[in-house]
Every structure is written in structure tokens, then in C-alpha cells.
């Protein structure tokens, strides 16, 4: 699991602030992705930033195997989607505070659900956050 910080301009957009009914915009709280992932946080993260560059063809990972080139889809046949559209405009920077000490998770469920409830605890605090 993993928190990215995302510039707080990110509430202007619609469907952020759909997902944040009770942010309240004369409090400006932090604004944060949240997700999950099989790769290292960090390669997760150039992910994200690297999706979000439209020269970037793909992002290397040395995650599973030896270092591998890996496409995004639509600049490559095979390649994969590996980024949302609010991080990849507005990353801020990992948070690692705020999730290092939680992993590793034992499966992809538990992550999952880990990730739900740490969303929920975040937008009860007042901030604002993607999740999915
Ligand atoms: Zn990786």
C-alpha cells in the first residue's frame, strides 16, 4: 500500500470532488492518492509520474526479474495502463509516514481493504482523496 500527495488543486476537478462531498475548501487539506501495488512503492510511483508524461513510452521495473522495459497501453500494442490521470497531473511526492510501517500486506485482498479503510479514515479527517 502506498499514499501519494497530490497538489490540492486536484479538488477543482470534478470527479476528484465527487469522490470528496465534505471536503471543505476554506481548509485546503492535503490531497492524497491512495493504492496498492506488487512492484516496490517507489517503482510504483515512476509509474505513475512516467504514465502522466505523454513522451514516456514506459518505465523500467526490476521488480519480479531482471530489469525490464515495460510499455504503457496506448504507446504500445501490449503494453499496460499503469497510472491515474490525478497522480500522473498531480503528484506531490510519497508518503511514506503514513503507510511504510503497514506493509507488506499478506495478499492483494488485504491491501486492498487496507487501502479502502485508510481512505475512509483520511476523508473523515478532512482530507481529500482518490482511491479505487
Ligand atoms: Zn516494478
Known amino acids: 500500500m502506498y499514499v501519494i500527495e497530490l497538489a490540492d488543486e486536484v479538488i477543482e476537478r470534478n470527479k476528484f470532488l465527487k469522490e470528496n ?3 471543505d475548501n476554506a481548509k485546503r ?3 492524497f492518492y491512495v493504492g496498492s501495488t ?3 512503492v517507489r517503482c510504483r510511483y515512476n509509474q505513475h509520474v ?4 505523454p513522451d514516456m513510452e514506459g518505465f523500467d521495473c526490476a ?3 531482471e530489469p525490464t522495459f515495460r510499455y504503457f497501453r496506448g504507446r504500445h500494442p501490449k503494453g499496460k495502463t499503469r497510472g491515474n490521470r490525478f497522480v500522473g497531473q498531480y503528484h506531490k511526492y510519497l508518503r511514506g509516514r503514513m503507510f511504510k510501517h503497514e506493509n507488506p500486506f499478506e495478499t492483494k485482498e488485504a491491501a486492498e481493504q487496507r487501502e479502502e479503510a485508510l481512505a475512509q479514515e483520511l476523508r473523515a479527517k478532512g482530507y481529500g ?4
Open 38 to 40: 506488487r512492484h516496490t
Open 129 to 132: 482523496v482518490w482511491q479505487n
Open 21 to 23: 462531498p465534505h471536503y
Open 50 to 53: 512516467q504514465f502522466g508524461d
Open 63 to 65: 521488480c519480479f526479474s
Open 29 to 31: 487539506m492535503a490531497c
